[in-house]
């Protein structure tokens, strides 16, 4: 019966090379096996995003180990956790097997936090076959500390519905393509006003490092209205049909019903489906079974509407 508005801010950082030493050893940095899910409805759920977990790796070793980033990539979609991130690096040859150890060490550091929400994670360190350039030591502390810095997850929960996310971020892709550094955020909020103030934030995280910054269009919530007459239809409904009672619920996340009421604000609405698991990752599916309680559903409550607007 309602939703979040969202928005998505982009950032856009120039780079160039700069030779690296030869006496440096190179690696790839993977982190993989995590759930990632929808950026709204999975956003409280307390799942790791790839990208965040990778770049305390490449902090650390920024302080520690004279770390040099020739790439830094993961995720995909705006509207989806990053379940993946790989960094190429490279460290002193002499501080190699410290740098191994302390990898190993967060590897495990890592499974400690997140025993239930991220069970698969892996933190995974190969060498690779060097590599003759790598970001300037200042351009890299710039962007591993913005990255550090930005906030991703749940930023308020809502006053007004009980264990409802009002307002949140998503930290959702980085890539390297034709000397540029392209990260892409999203933000979500029910309440339109706070939509805009994480969008600045974010924003502001990155001018402060020279990044361009570019919120897009985004698109509106959609107000809950707990006295819908086509929601008590379909909530009577569904109890007649089911002989259990249905509940209506706002979601954290976009639905085409908040551009409906933009253009129809006096239109009554619900917005109703299968049911969805795993939504915006590769492990998306529908429940079979919902799909005929949704057909006989929707069939029952075209029988009552037309009646009951005569």
């Not at 995974?124 to 790598?134: R, S």
């Not at 906030?151 to 971020?169: K, L, Q, Y």
């Given at each position: 019966?309602?939703?979040?508005?969202?928005?998505?801010?982009a950032?856009?950082i120039?780079?160039?090379?700069?030779?690296?030493?030869?006496?440096?050893?190179?690696?790839?940095?993977?982190?993989?096996?995590?759930?990632?899910?929808?950026?709204?409805?999975?956003?409280?759920?307390?799942r790791?995003?790839?990208?965040?977990?990778?770049?305390?790796?490449?902090?650390?070793?920024?302080?520690?180990?004279?770390?040099?980033?020739?790439e830094?990539?993961?995720?995909?979609?705006?509207?989806?956790?990053?379940?993946?991130?790989?960094?190429?690096?490279?460290?002193?040859?002499?501080?190699?097997?410290?740098?191994?150890?302390?990898?190993?060490?967060?590897?495990?550091?890592?499974?400690?936090?997140?025993?239930?929400?991220?069970?698969?994670?892996?933190?995974?360190?190969?060498?690779?076959?060097?590599?003759?350039?790598?970001?300037?030591?200042?351009?890299?502390?710039?962007?591993?500390?913005?990255?550090?810095?930005?906030?991703?997850?749940?930023?308020?929960?809502?006053?007004?519905?009980?264990?409802f996310?009002e307002?949140?971020?998503?930290?959702?892709?980085?890539?390297?393509?034709?000397?540029?550094?392209?990260?892409?955020?999203?933000?979500?909020?029910?309440?339109?006003?706070?939509?805009?103030?994480?969008?600045?934030?974010?924003?502001?995280?990155?001018?402060?490092?020279?990044?361009?910054?570019?919120?897009g269009?985004?698109?509106?919530?959609?107000?809950?209205?707990?006295?819908?007459?086509?929601?008590k239809?379909?909530?009577?409904?569904?109890?007649?049909?089911?002989?259990e009672?249905?509940?209506?619920?706002?979601?954290?996340?976009?639905?085409?019903?908040?551009?409906?009421?933009?253009?129809?604000?006096?239109?009554?609405?619900?917005?109703?489906?299968p049911?969805?698991?795993?939504v915006?990752?590769?492990?998306?599916?529908?429940?079979?079974?919902?799909?005929?309680?949704?057909?006989?559903?929707?069939?029952?409550?075209?029988?009552?509407?037309?009646?009951?607007?005569?």
């Amino acid at each position: 019966m309602g939703c979040a508005g969202g928005t998505n801010t982009a950032i856009t950082i120039p780079y160039t090379f700069e030779k690296l030493p030869n006496t440096y050893k190179c690696y790839e940095l993977t982190i993989k096996g995590l759930s990632g899910g929808h950026s709204g409805d999975d956003i409280n759920k307390g799942r790791e995003n790839a990208l965040k977990l990778c770049n305390r790796v490449l902090f650390e070793g920024l302080n520690n180990f004279e770390l040099k980033l020739n790439e830094f990539v993961g995720g995909n979609l705006s509207n989806a956790i990053p379940r993946e991130a790989s960094a190429k690096i490279a460290v002193p040859a002499e501080k190699s097997q410290k740098f191994e150890k302390f990898v190993e060490e967060f590897y495990a550091t890592a499974k400690k936090e997140l025993p239930l929400t991220e069970p698969n994670t892996i933190v995974e360190l190969k060498p690779i076959e060097p590599f003759a350039e790598a970001l300037p030591n200042s351009e890299t502390e710039k962007l591993v500390k913005a990255l550090t810095a930005v906030p991703h997850g749940v930023i308020r929960m809502a006053s007004d519905i009980p264990n409802f996310v009002e307002t949140s971020s998503n930290l959702a892709a980085i890539k390297m393509q034709n000397n540029e550094i392209l990260i892409t955020t999203s933000q979500r909020s029910s309440i339109e006003s706070r939509k805009f103030e994480v969008a600045n934030q974010i924003a502001a995280t990155f001018q402060l490092m020279g990044a361009k910054t570019k919120h897009g269009d985004g698109y509106p919530g959609w107000t809950p209205n707990v006295n819908s007459p086509i929601l008590k239809v379909f909530l009577d409904t569904f109890k007649r049909l089911y002989n259990e009672e249905g509940q209506a619920l706002a979601i954290h996340a976009g639905l085409e019903c908040g551009l409906i009421s933009e253009k129809y604000p006096n239109m009554d609405m619900v917005s109703y489906g299968p049911t969805m698991r795993g939504v915006h990752s590769p492990d998306e599916r529908m429940e079979i079974a919902a799909v005929e309680r949704f057909w006989d559903l929707t069939l029952e409550v075209l029988k009552i509407v037309p009646r009951r607007s005569e």
